[in-house]
């Protein structure tokens, strides 16, 4: 997987701004505060940059670049405005614009006792992302010997393996990403290192779970099979998962007839995968539930050509999942966590499921299907009844880019929050709000069940373009018990922004993972 960018933190020592060889940034409370012993070349260049019309005009959590700065061996030096009064965002932001252009040097960063140098590392972990494994040409640099050879397919059958060449297999069976030649490392000059430690090491936990997440979501779905996908939550075991891989045999055994009928018409077969986290005694666990669409064509009733090569992003809710136990397993969370993915494919095929079909879930409730592609609530319903059957969860969590609805409505801002349990929505919201992720509870009600309604079956699978988000999740908590806290979030319009986001660049974001791991720890973890 793509790892975070290799961050360690130091006790301040003036003499090596000079003779860093790299990126030299300071960290400036004000623009007259430039730090002591600074070459006076490079510091009179830095105080005429301050003082002019773009020095002037920046704004907390900003930064101004001076290209091989006088007296210094740096190839640049960064100015950071970041008053101690800045935002816990604005210092993520500032990290961000550094961790932007890391490049492949060694970038030293000079935070003195700023309180929040630990909130401007971690932007710099999130911004620092790049995937780029099947790129073959690294940036500034010479191809990569054999990079991109037999990625296509010259098969059926080839499309379900896992394609990768002679160098990329190399760099994941040594458990690495790292970049050809000199690998970008960050050193935080600080008063107090000692102090930001545990801090930093829980924030690398977190960054290294939101790069997992963006690493499945990135992933085409040529090389991120449902088996791929289920190989990957496995080798969790050795960070201290407990990991389970159900397969068809035991999911029809089990009566998950839903979440099979979608992944019938697939060479992918279907899968669920429990992981769990044990780390709060004998408390019973909150459940998180992902769904893992690793495509969707929208079976029989396809999807517009137009974007499909988006859908490899349809399995954004179970790398939100996986993400998020991956950080809570490498922090040591002191909370019981469980959770569920359902992984499918939805393609259409003479065995695929159609228009009219009438399916019975696990719970035992009667399903038409009006629409194929309306197949992510079908499999998040069976997944949701085992997980409550087998775990009795305090509260259960279900992720998933469901609906395009939630687009028209919220846009990519905002992730769409719907919730039988007001302490419980509140509760996601607050732990969003404070990691800078944007959620909106949007409304749920039994005036929406008619449209639902069905006059074969117990329901149908959606009810049409109006309150196409609400609707969903109104489907979604008919499999919910009567008493049980849930809550449902739609991502799709968060999980793949259509460009860049302040502490990620363009392609999936990571969205949830950060908000899942600060709820656990605001309000599952024991103290």
Excluded at 229 to 244: H, N, T
Excluded at 336 to 360: C, F, H, Q, S, T
Excluded at 429 to 445: F, H, I, N, T
């Amino acid at each position: 997987m793509t790892q975070p960018v290799e961050i360690s933190f130091t006790e301040v020592a003036l003499e090596k701004l000079a003779e860093h060889r790299g990126r030299v940034a300071l960290v400036l409370t004000a623009a007259d505060r430039l730090p002591g012993r600074l070459p006076r070349p490079a510091r009179e260049a830095a105080a005429r940059a301050l003082a002019s019309k773009a020095g002037q005009a920046l704004k907390p959590g900003q930064v101004l670049e001076l290209a091989f700065p006088a007296g210094m061996a740096a190839d640049a030096l960064v100015l950071v405005m970041l008053p101690q009064t800045s935002t816990q965002a604005e210092a993520r932001r500032a990290g961000a614009a550094l961790g932007a252009k890391l490049g492949r040097s060694h970038t030293l960063i000079h935070a003195g006792n700023h309180k929040l140098a630990a909130d401007l590392a971690f932007g710099l972990a999130l911004r620092g992302y790049d995937f780029s494994v099947y790129k073959t040409k690294p940036a500034n640099g010479p191809a990569r010997p054999g990079a991109g050879d037999g990625m296509m397919p010259e098969s059926e059958g080839a499309a379900t393996d896992a394609l990768l060449d002679d160098a990329q297999a190399a760099d994941a069976a040594e458990g690495t990403d790292a970049p050809i030649g000199d690998k970008a490392r960050v050193t935080v000059m600080v008063k107090d290192p000692e102090g930001l430690a545990k801090f930093a090491q829980d924030a690398a936990a977190v960054a290294e779970g939101v790069f997992f997440t963006r690493d499945l979501v990135n992933e085409p779905a040529n090389v991120l099979t449902t088996s791929d996908f289920a190989d990957r939550l496995l080798a969790m075991q050795e960070i201290g998962l407990e990991v389970e891989v159900l397969d068809e045999d035991q999911l029809a055994a089990l009566g998950m007839r839903a979440l099979l009928a979608v992944g019938q018409g697939s060479e992918s077969p279907s899968k669920v995968v429990v992981m769990r986290w044990n780390g709060g005694g004998d408390e019973q666990p909150l459940a998180l539930v992902g769904k893992g669409v690793v495509f969707d064509t929208g079976g029989i009733s396809i999807k517009p050509g137009a974007g499909m090569e988006e859908m490899t992003m349809d399995m954004g809710g179970a790398g939100v999942v996986a993400g998020t136990m991956r950080a809570l397993a490498l922090r040591r969370a002191k909370a019981n966590v469980v959770g569920l993915v359902g992984l499918v494919e939805n393609m259409p095929d003479g065995r695929a499921y159609r228009p009219g079909d009438i399916l019975k879930s696990m719970k035992g409730d009667t399903i038409e299907v009006v629409n194929t592609d309306a197949e992510g609530r079908l499999v998040l319903a069976d997944v949701l009844w085992y997980a409550q059957e087998t775990y009795q969860p305090r509260a259960i969590i279900d992720l998933a880019t469901l609906t395009g609805a939630v687009i028209i409505a919220l846009g990519h801002d905002n992730a769409g929050v719907f919730s039988n349990d007001d302490a419980l929505a509140g509760q996601i919201l607050s732990a969003a709000q404070a990691e800078g992720e944007g959620a909106w509870r949007l409304p749920l009600g039994k005036s929406y069940d008619s449209l639902i309604d069905c006059r074969l079956a117990d329901m149908k699978n959606t009810g049409g373009r109006a309150a196409g988000s609400i609707t969903a999740a109104q489907f979604l908590q008919r499999f919910v018990r009567e008493g049980q806290a849930w809550a449902h979030i739609d991502i799709a319009g968060v999980a793949l922004p259509p460009g860049g986001t302040d502490l990620a660049p363009k392609g999936a974001s990571g969205w949830g993972v950060m908000t899942l791991d600060r709820l656990v720890r605001d309000t599952y973890e024991a103290p």
